[in-house]
């Protein structure tokens, strides 16, 4: 118990560490702490927290523009979210997809993610990720509007 414990507060810290590196652009440090978290909460057996480190593996790939990378590990932190049940999970899943989709260029599959994501988060009610929701689809808005795509009235406020 005491091993299992000291695990999951060291695969917690790396997890951190990563998270806030990836956000300061430090992919170099980024990378490995969340691998070593996973590797921990793997072995703890930990569904939850690996396909959370997997979400954020898939984010921190996103930035670093190494989008089949994101794509693979997006993919199996989905399939666990499911396999849980992990309403939220799902909901961050379907925003950094989007956000994968988006770097890629991709409006529609940006939108597409990012509405689903929204709607979960609706359900939650997680007013911060409503938010921060509604300014990525604006954000596709107006890249439509730039590009002559789709003329669409946002009904999502």
Known sequence: PAAAAHGSLRAAALQQLGNRAAWQND?????????ESLALYRELEDTWNTAAVLRELGMMFVLGGNYERSAAVLEESLRLVHQIGDSSGLAFNCFFSGALAYAQGNLTGAEECWDAGLTIFRQLRDPWMIATSLVHLGIVALDWAIAGGPNVIWPRA
């Open 27 to 35: 992919l170099a440090a980024a990378q490995p702490a969340l691998e």
